[in-house]
Nanobody
């Protein structure tokens, strides 16, 4: 059974930082491209950051220079370091694992940026 479990969300003031983690089980983690998506209320789910199996990364323009995605294949975990957070970063953040036709989602973790 495949599981992706996110953690690290919470409430933070503008300008603050959070580090999200997504721990996997049931997959050969090193074979999967890993991504973080987010969904704000009333909006679609959008890609935030992606890291390929070779470590190449890609970011949404809105988070470039502020967010960093990384992976630890030995631990089967992907991270999202979020700095200089803004109110518009408020959303539920989801972890995604993708390999060819297979895609798996975590349950999401809430991030709220507010003063």
């Amino acid at each position: 059974q495949v599981q992706l479990v996110e953690s690290g969300g919470g409430s933070v003031q503008p300008g603050g930082s959070l580090r999200l983690s997504c721990a996997s089980s049931g997959i050969i983690f090193s074979s999967y491209a890993m991504s973080w998506y987010r969904q704000a209320p009333g909006k679609q789910r959008d890609l935030v950051a992606l890291i390929g199996i070779g470590g190449i990364t890609n970011y949404a323009d809105s988070v470039k220079g502020r967010f960093t995605i990384s992976r630890d294949n030995a631990k089967g975990t992907v991270y999202l370091q979020m700095n200089s957070l803004k109110p518009e970063d408020t959303a539920v953040y989801y972890c995604n694992a993708k390999l060819a036709q297979r895609t798996y989602w975590g349950q999401g973790t809430q991030v709220t940026v507010s003063s």
